[in-house]
């Protein structure tokens, strides 16, 4: 059985083949249809089109040259009206013109003829195998949209809900925010969430603070002028004007100079810049969100960050979580990852069974989600875990989170309940619905446990 069976199901495409041959037609239609459950033939461009309108086609087989109009002329009229078919074209002749008209239709793949059948369910394979984890990646992404409301932002961890709850009271206000966590735990998903739930019209627009050289970080906040030094041979608007209407994330603000440390705290309080080499300022509507990996109070006590900016920023402060603090997310986390990277790398996703789980949770994850996003690309690479992460962890895992063999099913259903509600810390509300189960269910089990345990 080829691998997009394996992995997707038969049943879940269709097929369109148009060409004028009848040998191809029969031949084509006769080894798909023992592969795919839905597959029709067409012989002109004119037939093609009646069966489409009849029925939606993953997949369009098409012969270039075809009576009346044209494989490619028929493409062309149909390209915006199509529901994201893919197309396959088979030609007995080479054509430069069709070929870069092709490709800018979009056209997966060129099946020159005559072809051996191998080649062509390879392609057509391959070609079903991409749109599947398309399929998958789409329906992911919905599904995380309504179930955690931020995009990027996964977990069921009290962590996770009480942050997104948070952002949900705060993106609306104007005020400045300032998020602080470790390397990789994620402050930019927050930043870019608060801009997405705050409705603001402009643009999310990030900058790393301490990418930009202390000589031209002022010119690349504010602007300049013509002139305005040496080299500056056109004006040039800064970040702040481009972020006007919208959001500005400072990334890493620990890293800013103090001289541009003060001009930042008077566009905070103002709501104006001055260009570098301008007599005037410049109104702007913008909404500041800052996150650092540092210790700002310690920066301030030690002359490295400016006081009035510190306290300016500190309107409110957001704590995003360290992985190792949240490991409850890391399965969630690894199967978001999985498919949305599976899609991107055109590879199918990799299973992580029990052991792998276990093998990840016992990791501290240094860093954190970005790190853990990383672990899974490699993951897919391989077609497996990587070895690094096996020898890193079998020293470190703490068996007591796996079941012994001799264990009875009831055995392994309290242990791990009991797990969840830990993990939870005792919300049992949350438990209930990471577990699957009525949160009556949950509380008749844990009394029905803890009587025996007073029993014994």
Same mark, same amino acid.
């Given at each position: ?102 490709? !800018?239709? +979009?056209? *997966? ?9 191998? $080649?062509? =369910?390879? &392609? ?75 409705? !603001?019209? +402009?643009? *999310? ?9 202390? $000589?031209? =970080?002022? &010119? ?237």
């Amino acid at each position: 059985m080829n691998e997009i069976n394996k992995y997707n199901g038969k049943e879940k495409f269709s097929i369109l083949i148009v060409d004028d041959e009848l040998g191809i037609q029969d031949f084509l239609h006769r080894a798909l249809s023992k592969i795919y459950t839905v597959v029709e033939v067409a012989g002109s461009a004119e037939e093609a089109e009646v069966l489409r309108m009849e029925c939606h086609f993953d997949l369009l087989i098409i012969d270039i040259s075809l009576p009346g109009i044209s494989g490619v002329e028929w493409l062309e009229s149909i390209t915006n009206q199509i529901d994201h078919s893919d197309v396959i074209f088979m030609t007995a002749f080479s054509n430069i013109d069709n070929t870069i008209q092709a490709l !800018r239709l +979009g056209v *997966f793949d060129f099946i020159q003829k005559p072809f051996r059948l191998e $080649e062509m =369910i390879l &392609s057509v394979e391959r070609c079903l195998e991409r749109r599947a984890l398309e399929r998958e990646n789409f329906v992911l992404r919905h599904q995380v949209n309504r179930l955690y409301s931020f995009e990027g932002m996964i977990g069921n961890s009290p962590q996770v809900q009480d942050m997104c709850q948070l952002i949900k009271r705060v993106a609306a206000t104007p005020s400045v925010i300032l998020i602080e966590g470790e390397s990789g735990s994620g402050k930019e998903l927050v930043a870019n969430a608060i801009h997405n739930e705050s409705k !603001r019209s +402009g643009p *999310f627009v990030p900058v790393n603070c301490g990418a930009i050289s202390s $000589e031209l =970080i002022e &010119s690349e906040f504010f602007g300049h002028k013509k002139g305005a030094f040496t080299g500056a041979e056109y004006a040039h608007k800064g970040l702040f004007s481009y972020a006007d209407g919208g959001t500005l994330f400072l990334d890493e603000i620990g890293e800013m100079p103090l001289s541009t440390q003060a001009k930042l705290l008077r566009v905070l309080e103002e709501g104006r810049i001055r260009p570098v080499g301008s007599e005037s300022e410049i109104l702007v509507n913008v909404r500041v969100v800052a996150a650092t990996n540092r210790n700002l109070k310690e920066d301030v006590q030690n002359g490295l960050f400016r006081e009035d900016l510190f306290y300016r920023l500190n309107v409110l402060t957001l704590h995003v979580t360290p992985l190792r603090e949240r490991k409850q997310d890391i399965v969630l986390l690894v199967q978001y990852y999985s498919k949305l990277l599976a899609a991107q790398l055109s590879l199918p996703p990799v299973p992580f069974n029990h052991s792998d789980i276990q093998l990840l949770e016992a990791y501290d994850w240094p860093g954190n989600v970005r790190e853990l996003k990383n672990m899974v690309e490699r993951c897919i690479l391989l077609g497996r875990l990587p070895d690094e992460m096996l020898i890193t962890n079998n020293d470190r895992l703490d068996k007591s989170i796996g079941y012994p063999d001799s264990w009875s099913m009831d055995e392994v259903e309290q242990a791990h309940i009991i797990k969840v509600v830990n993990n939870m810390k005792g919300n049992k509300n949350q438990a209930s619905k990471l577990l699957g189960i009525s949160r009556k269910t949950l509380g008749r089990k844990l009394h029905a446990w803890a009587d025996n345990q007073a029993d014994d």
